[in-house]
């Protein structure tokens, strides 16, 4: 039979669509081969998305930790609530061991009750502002003069001298406010992913950076001194933050012992800025603040809230998670870390719910301490697991087999930061496979500071923290009057305590316990142990 060219180019595009369906078939089996080493229950895996997605409840969590018992400063009376309402919780849920754990001598807590301030004259105008914690209040009403009154160095305490009794001293110079073109909310764009995952050249810690400029040393309690000395009304410095957002860090001691300290306020920057400006056109200002804070002294010990879900045939080796469950005080503490804790909660409740099988005992810690420097985590590492001066390690170092954390506010999980251990990057490969349809790619050999995984991988233990989307934790949330429930993204939340669960769950019950990293040296050595 003759055979047409247009038979002969038929024929051709049918071999060629069946060599490409061969290849194709081999390129997809190429990573299930290779998963092969790590196997993954897919079975498992669809009934913690199931109960995640469509019967969550992180969202309902988040409420009560931030509506109802927000803002939670360690020591205050709102945490040790909170921590009350979270043991009872996980217990109706059919945890087991639900409890708060002391770990130790925190200090004094801290409540700001009340929180009125106005520009009385030229004009009347209401303040948006906070009162920093641990500073006093004002003991009533207080009508006061505002005088400008940049105090940076030991000079400038000397100039003005004599000059501030009975006065609110605005303590930074105007600050600009440039126009916002680009959005506060952002998520990472596949390129800023790809560029996490590299591996960085000479360092490449991720994490929180910390405060710019140096004073001289010992001039912040010169400065302190030289206020109370002189009998001033209050202090008033400018927010960082813009329209309307306020960031607000401490300004006294929670250590009673330590010397006094005056009335302490964060203004909008805007408010701030007009109240400046007026006073350089030497027209005088009255300003009233009326702020009710309160101490609490009588008992100085901090807690951890704990629960477990018990294992079966390995129940002596131990998956934890965990969040810090404390906030700073001028919002309600959602995305940092309401969030984190909702989700650590909501992912042991999506197990208990479905009733998959652990063989290793899976723990929840949330936190208290962590924004005073990991307090709460150090110490229930050093209790439980090891010394993180000398390396010497207790039974259960050799049982452990993960710690898993989240707290980045309430932006997507994206991956992980493997804190330098290349070992464990196949195992998360193939765990994050099944995530890989909501934005789960991305493995960084990098490390990540200023939470509690490093608590664990500072003594040798597997501690991670998520790479999460920043959402507008960097720009609006963190430590800022508008960390409320409302900026908290509940899909992000959803998604995020299914990956949890699903990690956890191939914690508990894969053969070995996690790969690990070589233990460190002990701080006396001379050479690091990891965070301090």
Not at 276 to 286: A, D, G, H, N, S
Not at 408 to 422: C, D, F, K, M, S
């Amino acid at each position: 039979m003759k055979i047409t060219s247009v038979e002969i180019a038929r024929r051709s595009r049918r071999v060629c669509a069946a060599a490409l369906t061969i290849l194709l078939a081999v390129v997809l089996a190429l990573p299930l081969a290779g998963q092969g080493q790590e196997p993954v229950d897919l079975q498992a895996i669809y009934k913690i998305k199931e109960e995640g997605l469509q019967r969550s409840k992180v969202m309902e969590i988040t409420s009560y930790l931030t509506d109802v018992y927000g803002p939670r400063l360690t020591g205050s009376p709102n945490i040790r609530a909170a921590g009350d309402w979270a043991v009872k919780e996980m217990t109706t849920w059919g945890l087991a061991n639900a409890k708060l754990e002391p770990w130790g001598q925190f200090g004094r807590g801290w409540t700001n009750d009340r929180f009125v301030g106005h520009m009385l004259s030229p004009t009347v105008s209401p303040l948006i502002g906070a009162a920093k914690p641990w500073t006093p209040g004002t003991n009533g009403v207080v009508k006061a003069e505002a005088v400008l009154a940049v105090l940076a160095t030991d000079a400038d305490l000397e100039s003005f001298k004599g000059k501030l009794r009975g006065k609110f001293v605005l303590t930074t110079p105007a600050r600009a406010v440039p126009a916002r073109f680009d959005p506060l909310g952002r998520r990472y764009t596949d390129t800023e992913l790809a560029d996490l995952a590299r591996q960085p050249v000479g360092g490449g810690r991720g994490g929180r950076g910390g405060p710019g400029g140096q004073q001289p040393a010992g001039f912040a309690q010169r400065r302190t001194a030289f206020l109370v000395s002189e009998g001033v009304a209050g202090t008033v410095e400018t927010s960082n933050g813009d329209g309307g957002t306020i960031f607000v860090q401490s300004g006294g001691s929670r250590n009673a012992s330590d010397p006094p300290t005056v009335p302490q306020v964060v203004v909008a920057v805007e408010h701030y800025n007009r109240i400046v400006r007026i006073l350089e056109k030497r027209i005088p200002v009255t300003l009233e603040f009326e702020i009710k804070n309160t101490f609490y002294d009588s008992d100085l010990t901090a807690f951890n809230v704990v629960a477990e879900l018990p294992g079966t045939d390995r129940a002596d080796e131990l998956v934890m998670v965990g969040a810090h469950f404390d906030s700073w005080a001028s919002g309600t503490g959602a995305t940092d870390n309401a969030a984190g804790s909702a989700v650590m909660m909501e992912a042991l409740r999506i197990l208990k719910v479905t009733g998959l099988r652990l063989r290793r005992t899976v723990r929840i810690a949330l936190w208290s301490g962590e924004e005073q420097g990991l307090l709460g985590s150090r110490a229930y590492v050093d209790t439980h697991f090891a010394n993180r001066q000398t390396m010497d390690t207790k039974a259960a170092h050799a049982k452990f087999a993960g710690y898993f954390n989240v707290d980045n506010g309430t932006g997507a999980i994206r991956g992980v930061y493997l804190q330098g251990n290349e070992a464990v990057a196949p195992v998360f490969k193939a765990w994050m496979a099944p995530f890989a349809n909501m934005g789960m790619t991305t493995l960084t050999i990098r490390n990540t500071g200023g939470t509690d995984h490093q608590s664990f991988d500072a003594v040798g233990l597997p501690g991670f923290q998520f790479i999460q989307d920043t959402v507008e934790y960097n720009s609006r949330t963190h430590h800022s009057n508008m960390d409320v429930y409302d900026r908290v993204q509940a899909a992000d939340m959803m998604q995020n305590a299914v990956i949890v669960a699903s990690f956890v769950y191939n914690a508990a019950n894969r053969d070995q316990l996690l790969p690990r990293k070589p233990m460190p040296r002990p701080a006396s050595s001379g050479r690091g142990t990891g965070p301090q």
